[in-house]
């Protein structure tokens, strides 16, 4: 998947001190960033277990991480160029670090919910940064080349060892151990920071725009919880409307504030060109499937086939080898082809996949179903991040870049959060009306070595999960629509053209 931080602006900067070292603290920074979005899905499971999750919280775990990340990474971005990029990266591997910790110890869903949020406010504020210190410790050409491609490496890679280690840990130690094991990372990574480089040329004028971070984030929040709610407590359900209504107006807020303040943290006028809008809302329709697939599937793996942990990581290889090779292709595709002729078709492939996931029943044979399925959907999703974020920095002002490329992650982030909600109510309302309270028939079936009561529970939580991939089948094909109707060639006027 793609790197969820802006592109660093060009800048002369002297060169790190040990530039292999500074090198290696940013990849590491990168690397435990992205693992972060998909480790935990492994555990997820043994997390529900443990704590006793219930299942319309589970989804929280995933969620609330994604909503903090996505909903403040262009705070994040703007802090490190107000008050600089170093300090504001070791702050934000502070916060990620002591999140961790708090997450392992948790004793409650909880805690363990606000462990994620404040791993995503972390995350927010290390993730832009880190890409902007390349800029700042690497002299253009060559040596900035090579630290870009091992970063997008760690970018790619991220996601992959994520979901092995998370399987390892998991299976091996305890599920706590996804959070502590981000402890002696965050911690070495802090002692490196000593070797980069931070100049005051590197900080601009301005201010951070507080308000839009609250009523943004704050309105996202409250939509997927309305959305959560809803669809365990019903949609007339008083706290299911008062959590509508302020996400109405919190959104709309937000808006009004971004149309009128001095230095907005979201420039409206990147919307302006149609193609760059189509880029945003495809990539939303992408993230929103992706994420329901990881949660779905793993759940699927673990509960109805009884894979362990680490079996459940390495099962997800033939997903990861799909995206790995559809995006090497991409890269190459790109140069003699336009965005949309090459991610429409993939999002139909992914499409393809996920109807194929949706015929999975409770005794589906990894190496004919499971296997080829999600290969199918990795190669269709892999294929459409090169040329959506081609789509997304075509054309912007040169100051606009980064926000252009951050935009872009966080409409993945926020994409996944809002298709998880819709998602596992979807997925909750299919498996109830087979089976009354499903999920906790199942739990009750295990407890009390029920067969009988668990293959019905097994069957019920199966048409929940297949009714969700089906879902997500729809919300590729909306992506495909607006791939081809809104994503245009950026020929040479459109890349020479600034945005309005």
Known sequence: MPSPTPNPTPTSAPPAHRPGLALLVIAAAQLMVVLDGTITNIALPSIQNDLDVSAANLAWIVNSYALAFGGLLLLGGRAGDLFGRRRMFRAGIAVFTLASLLGGVASGEEVLIASRILQGVGAAIAAPTALSLIATNFPEGAPRNKAMGVYAAMAGLGSTVGLLLGGVLTDYLDWRWVFFVNIPIGLAILAGTRVLADTEADRRPGRLDVPGAITGTGGLLALV?????????????????????AAAVLLAVFLVLQSRTENPMLPLRLFRDRSRSGAYATMLFMGSGMFATF????????????????????????FSIGMAIAATLGSKLIARHSPRS?????????????????????????ATHL??????????????????TLGAVSGVRPEDTGIASALLNTAQQVGGAL?????????????????????GAFHQAVASADPALGAQAAEALTHGYTAA???????????????????????RAATSRPAD
């Open 295 to 318: 949660y779905f599937l793993t759940l699927y793996m673990q509960q109805i086939l009884g894979y362990s942990p680490v079996r459940t990581g390495f099962a997800y290889l033939s």
């Open 469 to 491: 991939f089906a879902v997500a089948a729809a919300l590729f094909a909306a992506g495909l629509v607006v791939t081809w109707t809104a994503v245009r060639t950026p020929g």
């Open 419 to 439: 298709g998880l909600a819709v998602l596992t109510t979807v997925s909750a309302a299919a498996a109830n009306d087979r089976l009354d309270d499903a999920a």
């Open 371 to 388: 296997a080829p399925a999600m290969l199918l959907t990795g190669l269709g999703l892999g294929s459409g991040f090169v040329p959506m």
């Open 225 to 245: 919880h309305a959305i959560t709610r809803g669809g365990e407590h019903g949609w007339t359900d008083a706290l299911t409307l008062g959590s509508l209504a």
């Open 342 to 366: 090459i991610a429409g078709p993939g999002l139909l492939v992914a499409a393809l996949g996920m109807l194929w996931l949706s015929l999975l029943e409770p005794g589906s044979p990894y």
